[in-house]
């Protein structure tokens, strides 16, 4: 289908309106780009990890069908790498429809993976996320991932987190940790 999209285009690339040939040429690119990223999808799990990640850096040429295949993949790839820059783009695109995907990565084994993926599940500011993401506070080690996920726990602002962070507050001694909480405390909707 694609293929015979772009041979239809052909003809409109060398017309004399400089404004339809631009525009075919834009929707070729356009459309070889999709023709290439279906391509290499079924490919995905076997390549290495440098060319996952270049070709997750490039979703913004893909077809939204493709585009939810290759985030499904680098969601549950091996590498942290291809997880974390998974997450970016989710998080670039701003897309709820990956909320129940990434919140198994706020258990993921690297702490940078967990960092983003708390990011990614604060964007939306649902408060049944507010427990899932309150019993992680006892369990986060990692000081930056701990940090972010306070600040996820105060963007959604539910006022079922007061008690797990007062407590935190409490056992708490990291003055970055501590400020974080204190804010997040006053973004509670009590």
């Known amino acids: 289908m694609i293929t015979e999209l772009i041979q239809k285009l052909k003809p409109f690339l060398v017309t004399e309106n400089k404004n339809i040939a631009e525009k075919a040429g834009k929707a070729q690119y356009k459309l070889q780009a999709k023709a290439f990223f279906e391509s290499k ?17 490039e979703l913004k040429a893909v077809s939204p069908k493709v585009y939810i295949e290759y985030i499904n993949l680098g969601l549950s790839d091996s590498s942290p790498y291809v997880r974390a820059l998974t997450l970016k783009q989710v998080i670039e695109f701003r897309d709820p429809r990956f909320i129940e995907k990434v919140l198994p990565l706020i258990n993921d084994p690297e702490s940078f993976v967990r960092k983003i993926a708390y990011e990614f599940l604060s964007m939306f500011n649902i408060e049944k996320l507010a427990p899932i993401l309150n019993k992680k506070l006892d369990q986060e080690k990692d000081p930056e991932a701990l940090q972010t996920l306070i600040e996820s726990i105060g963007n959604i602002g539910s006022p079922e987190s007061l ?11 990291n003055p970055k940790i501590i400020a974080k909480i204190v804010e997040a405390l006053g973004n509670l909707k009590i």
């Open 41 to 57: 999808l079924k490919d995905f799990p076997s390549l290495p990890e440098e060319k996952k990640t270049k070709l997750i850096n």
């Open 163 to 173: 008690v797990p962070l007062t407590i935190l507050l409490k056992k708490e001694t």
